[in-house]
């Protein structure tokens, strides 16, 4: 009886809590146009990354969005956790070459390793906002999860450019949309300095997949959330062990508790 | 080791003996730790004291093992973060542990700080207990703050350069004393250097504080949920077994939801631009604290003025330092206090309101139900407590602890 | 100092709570040391400290008598290409003569027990106190045995890098390599 208050308390926290969660997530979803709700194969308690779609997401990353978009966080060696052998990885990258100093401290251009990180399309970043009308293309490592509700959005931008002339009178008004700007639904400002990097056909995948556009936004989303936290399925299936052993933890705790308690109650 | 109140204890093995009679280290822990007479009565609520020093002990030791992977330079923070959770074995662990871990500590705290004001433990004899309790507070906020600058994102950054800025409100110094705090004419690479410093170094200034908060609470015990002291060893119970078992019991619950988040959520309570590296040119849209500073922030930002907003910011944790003589009352646990009940429950949905108004830009309504909530937590600490203890009747207090246990059970 | 006494004495039934105490400080003892293995494991070598750990050389380019040095694991490798009067020099030593009896074919083979007489790969650190011995490069002191000289102590190596005089111990170290081509070789 004496405990009620107490719980009362708990329980009014908990309504208010909920309630004003609810209230600002409707002010929030009022503003913007969200991505349409995907499904992702690493969502969940128990989602892994799909490792074929992550291969052919890597095919995208190399022939389309490395032209601008370093992924600096990430080696050559990484691309074996993706189950990818050594031998097949050396032959993704057997063209490639990154700089390095040889003996007598001259730069020069070395074949890649497996041990080096990604090549970056540009030097630095002044090089690379001076090659973009003077705004760097961003590093896509840990891109899925620098944007609220990453995959959705990145999907959801790569697929969500409206052409000039599908625009209406009202969106170009508003905007201030000209004929040579990029207008994409779900970028925030909807102005994007990013041409529609994707094409139906841009890319030939070697497994048969068909090359849409759509598969491949999502192919190359895949590529990026892996990228941005590879230990994923490592984390999870620790949860999992760590959690059952905490309930079991606490269950004998529990019956240690009421048995010591036993003359008190 | 038979021992019972009172008699000093007798160790059989020689070697503990030994050491006991030079350095009484053993003595201590049957004392304060054994055979400890603690409140027959605690419930739940009082777990929250042993499941705050849990998580103190598991934020230094991830803490310990990150720095050694850690390089506090702003050209490498982030990506030494980043290599943290990428190359160092089992390095993603330690920092999911010992992010979620910072939220779930501040959990457990203010928990721990609202069981405190409801069963007015605060109240005397337990008064410098508190304040010791309001400086570990402090103390957590500010080791907080900087871990957050550590990673060097966007919001460490910019998050460093709001709450610095906060002293330049101060008249004259104000200048000075910020130019002081950053080493430099911004947030930069010597602000990093000194932050990380201490933040290694604070949290065993907290240990420090936690020791002479346990020394405290030792001298005349552990308040419990009737507020009433007990009168002899029907009102207590050992502390070894009955609480050790049950603090055991509420840690491992604590640690299920804890392993929830840090396994299976590790980014929700975090925010997406913190991984964007720090850009000093481009601030993000919307700056937002961690959400266990959101209500100050909101308080922060309800004064349309700037040295107001840091006074009332600042005076919102001040006011809790002085608690123990702002309440009037002579009964200590809200239980018997018909009215004041009421309103510790508007007071906590007061604070979670202002938590809501910090995470939202300040536009439209906001401003205003920020103003409001901000008004009534100074009102409810300032006004209402002091005149509520005087005009309050209580209820009658039961005789004693057991003889409220026993009534209890046979109702 | 738990379970010691019998501080809850006369609650339940003793066989059940004994088995319960067991079981519970069985099971908390394994989570402990569950939980204490990460906090150890955090600081072995990274992934990518790990990816360093082996380098590849192309010796093509070395010609006959030439030397080259590359870092591996934060030391200096020395890659010799021998000429015929080295690997005779070598080979021709009596067992008897070294301090560190070792066959010249035993220093020469991979991991894949190929015997290359002409590639030399050591580990270019003098085994009494570390220093980098001379005689890699053109032009530097060979010593008395035409092979490594080490300047730190007058330890003297001979074209099979084994101590011949001098104050160091051992041979200087074979490190694990393999030869993947003829021309490419993989360091650890």
Redesign the interface.
Known sequence: MRTLPMKKLLVSGAIALAAFSAAAAAIAAGTVEQPPRKSWHFEGPFGTYDRAAAQRGYQVYAEVCAACHSLSLLAYRNLMELGLTENQVKGLIKDIEVPDLNDDGQPIDRPARLSDRFKKPFPNELAAAAANNGKAPPDLSVMVKARANGPDYLHGLLTGYVPYDKLTPQQIKEYAVTKDDNFNKYFPGHKIAMAPPLADDKVTYADGTKSTSDQQASDIVEFLAWASEPHMEDRKRTGVRVILFLLAMAGFMYAIKRMVWSDKH | ???SHGTPPVFNNKVISWIDHRLPIFSY?EKEY?TFPTP?NF?Y?WNFGAIATVMLVLMI??GV?LA??YTPHVLMAF?SV??I??????????R?LHMNGASFFFIAVYIHI??GM?YGSYKAPRELLWILGVVIFLLMMATAFMGYVLPWGQMSFWGATVITNLFSAIPVVGDSIVTWLWGGFSVDNPTLNRFFALHYLLPFVIVAVVALHVVALHVHGSNN??GIDPKGPQDT??F???Y???D??GV??F??VF??F???A??YMGH??N???ANPLVTP?HIVPEWYFLPYYAILRAVPDKLGGVIAMFGAIAVLFVLPWLDTSRVRS??FRPIY?WF??VL??DV??LG?CG??PPAGFWIPLSQVATLYYFFHFLVLLPILGKIERPLPLPPSIAD?VLK??A? | MATSGNPAGGHGDPTRRDFLMVATGALGGVGIAATAWPFINNLNPAADTLALASVEVNVAPIQVGQAITVKWRGKPVFIRHRTPEDIKAAESVPMSQLPDPQTDNARVTDSAKKVRPQWLIMIGVCTHLGCVPLGNRPGQDKGPFDGWYCPCHGSAYDTSGRIRQGPAPTNLVIPEYLFLSDALVRIG
């Open positions: 080791m038979a021992s822990i054994h027959r419930n609520f030791a991830t093992v050694t992977n990506d980043e290599r959770d990428r190359d160092v074995p089992q390095g993603w662990l330690m999911d609202f069981r409801y949920p009737l119970v050992p070894h077994p009955y050790t078992m049950k055991g019991f491992v619950v640690l299920i392993a929830g840090a396994f299976f590790p980014d997406p631009d991984y964007v590296p849209e809200a239980s009940k510790m429950l906590v949905v979670i309101v809501f995470a939202n409220a209890n059970k109702g």
